[in-house]
């Protein structure tokens, strides 16, 4: 696994100095049109520990249970991650059983998806208006109801 060295935003800004413009970028973007996902350093669970380990900025936090533990994880709603080649944008909300990232597909510009996951090279990669679209709509889906919080597997529609 791709590890970042950082325990706070800006040690995490400028662990790759070569891909900060496109950190600070999409963070813009999420900041500007989800302002209600309190940004902040998530730093993994820690080695030993249930949930992811990586760590990520993120947007929003809710809690996750891991079937191994009864502790509960805190994760973020959306999370933005440095990987070896590529950014993650983690999009942990549902809609009917089925991530919402999935909906949006085609309006996010030159990426890949993973369930839950939007990858990408650069920040120019991404279609502004498409991805925006989305990440208001788990703002405001979560605030009225119509979306749900999920991080692992979803069954597939």
């Known amino acids: ?8 935003l800006k040690e ?11 950190l600070r970028a999409v963070d813009r973007l999420v900041r500007n049109v989800a ?20 760590s990520l900025i993120g947007y929003g936090k809710f809690q996750y249970q891991v079937k191994s533990s009864a502790e509960p994880v805190d994760w973020p709603v959306i999370g933005l991650a440095l990987q070896k080649n590529y950014l993650s944008l983690y999009v ?7 991530y919402l990232v999935q909906d949006y597909a085609g309006e996010l510009g ?5 369930q839950n996951c939007v990858r990408f090279k650069k920040a120019d990669d991404l279609d502004d208006s498409g991805l925006g679209t989305l990440l208001h709509h ?8 119509e979306l749900e ?9």
């Open 110 to 114: 030159k990426v890949s998806l993973g």
């Open 138 to 145: 788990v703002q405001d889906g979560l605030a009225t109801g």
């Open 35 to 54: 302002p209600e996902l309190k940004r902040e350093f998530f730093g993994g669970t820690g080695a030993g520990k249930p949930g992811m380990g990586m």
């Open 92 to 98: 942990s909300a549902i809609r009917n059983d089925r």
């Open 12 to 22: 995490y800004f400028a662990a790759d100095p070569a891909r900060e413009a496109d």
């Open 1 to 8: 696994m791709f590890t970042v060295a950082a325990s706070n």
């Open 149 to 157: 919080l999920r991080y692992g597997r979803v069954n597939a529609s």
